[in-house]
């Protein structure tokens, strides 16, 4: 077994807010998000607290004989318990994250994603398996040419984030790791083979854009990426993509088992 990773924060002078981890029966990504003008205030801890926080919950119990649910839902309600008395976790902008996990055990490799994250897992005996929750990017879009011509920080540009923000963990809406552990009944799940296994891989959205944004390759080719250059050469070719295109940048993080 051999694990690899690159991350890159995509705002210069600004924490790095994706985490990820492996242990020897898996690996873990947790791509963090919430903060907007006032979180401060909402949570002092911050986006990356959180994200470090539940992916190492996370990965502390990923060996148990639990299901991947179930081992999500545990990690949620144990950091929103650190910091239930202090901060107010369920205000729409305090801190949430994407979750992806890969876990390899009992002759099967099983996937778990919540959020915009991705797990790729490349069999020997066809195209790879693709996981990936699209809700919250095609209601995120919807918002994008209401926000466009908005000035950053305003009282308008903060209605609709709000009001974004409000589709989030609602019918309806999309799914995230925040406060409430009942999410996990959202994800996307599944399972095949380990002896079909020849590549397994987590990624946040900034990472996976080099195949859903840029369209610079597919699943099957991003996979090959990381078997031959690995990780990095990811996160490279898609900082390359944002600048060619003037796409901002956005916290990027891949991490692959071979």
């Known amino acids: 077994m051999r694990v690899t990773m690159a991350t890159d924060a995509g705002h210069p002078g600004r924490t790095n807010e994706d985490f990820a981890g492996a242990v020897p029966c898996g690996m873990v990504l947790v791509d963090g998000a919430g903060g907007i003008s006032g979180a401060g205030e909402v949570c002092h801890h911050g986006i990356a607290w959180y994200a470090t926080r539940l992916g190492g919950a996370l990965l502390g119990v990923l060996s148990e004989d639990r299901s991947l649910r179930d081992v999500l839902a545990e990690g949620i309600e144990r950091v929103t318990d650190q910091h239930r008395d202090t901060c107010d976790v369920t205000h729409p902008i305090s801190p ?5 996990m890969l876990r390899f ?3 099967t490799v099983e996937h778990l994603v919540l959020g915009d994250a991705v797990a790729l897992v490349g069999r020997a005996s066809g195209g790879p398996v693709v996981a990936h929750d699209p809700r919250e990017v095609v209601i995120a879009r919807s918002f994008e040419e209401r926000l ?5 920080g305003g009282d308008e ?5 709000m009001e ?5 963990n609602s019918p309806g809406g999309f799914w995230v790791a925040k406060d409430d552990p009942r999410v996990v009944d959202e994800a996307v799940t599944g399972e095949c083979p380990a002896d079909d296994v020849r590549t397994a891989a987590l990624l946040s ?3 996976s854009r080099l195949v859903d944004t840029f369209g610079l390759t ?15 050469e990811v996160v ?3 900082r390359e993509a944002e600048a060619r295109d003037g796409v901002a940048t956005d916290d990027a993080t891949a991490i692959c088992r071979t």
């Not at 466009?148 to 950053?152: N, Q, T």
């Open 96 to 100: 949430f994250a994407a979750v992806a």
């Open 105 to 107: 055990s009992g002759g």
């Open 148 to 152: 466009k011509d908005v000035p950053e």
């Open 157 to 161: 540009y903060r209605r609709l984030f």
């Open 164 to 168: 974004l923000r409000a589709r989030r």
């Open 205 to 207: 959205n900034g990472a």
């Open 218 to 232: 597919d699943w099957p080719g991003l996979l090959r990426l990381l078997e031959t250059d690995g990780p990095a």
């Open 236 to 238: 490279r070719r898609v």
